[in-house]
């Protein structure tokens, strides 16, 4: 996945309490379709990365225009998104650690597409998804974001 070159990232770290409730609203992710990777694509991903069996036990959520490879009919997932990304974009290690780490991270910045992505089978570009989280890792509306942490300021 190629970096967006001239654009100002929106990703937030945030508390626990908001990620909470940003990450249990699918209905936040971008995209015409939301769908959960499928367990065999999770186990697939621990293997490309170096991970024991298991080790990713939270949904890894996808989002987006259409869900299928145009060239193969393959489900996207997660697995495109981490194959992409170690084609020189980041290491085994940044990857586990937005996986697996303990800071929690809100992007305010639907993208039209996810840039760089290509289909783990087959190798087609595909331009189609919009968006991924993860239990540590999710998209929110900025708006939604800036309630969430008011709220969490007046409740503290």
Same mark, same amino acid.
């Given at each position: 996945m190629k970096p967006t070159s001239n654009k100002i990232r929106h990703t937030h770290p945030v508390s626990d309490t908001v990620f909470k *409730? /940003?990450?249990d609203a699918p &209905?936040?992710?971008?995209? =015409?379709? $939301?769908?959960l990777t499928k367990d @065999? @694509? /999770?186990?697939?991903? @621990? $293997? +490309?990365l170096g991970m024991p069996k298991d080790t990713i036990g939270a949904p890894l959520w996808v989002s987006g225009d259409r869900k299928t490879c =145009? =060239?193969?009919r393959r489900e996207? &997932?997660?697995?495109? +998104? /981490? &194959? &992409? *990304?170690?084609?020189g974009v980041h290491g085994q290690a940044m990857i586990a650690q937005v996986i697996l780490g303990e800071q929690k991270y809100v992007n305010t910045e639907a993208p039209k597409a996810i840039e760089g992505l290509k289909c783990y089978n087959c190798g087609a570009a595909f331009d189609k998804l919009r968006s991924f989280k993860c239990h540590n890792w999710a998209y929110a509306k900025v708006a939604l974001l800036k309630v969430l942490? =008011?709220?969490e300021v007046s409740q503290g």
């Open positions: *409730a /940003v990450y &209905s936040s992710l971008p995209g =015409k379709h $939301k769908w @065999e @694509e /999770v186990r697939q991903i @621990e $293997k +490309i =145009k =060239k193969c996207m &997932s997660w697995l495109d +998104i /981490v &194959s &992409s *990304a170690l084609g942490q =008011k709220m």
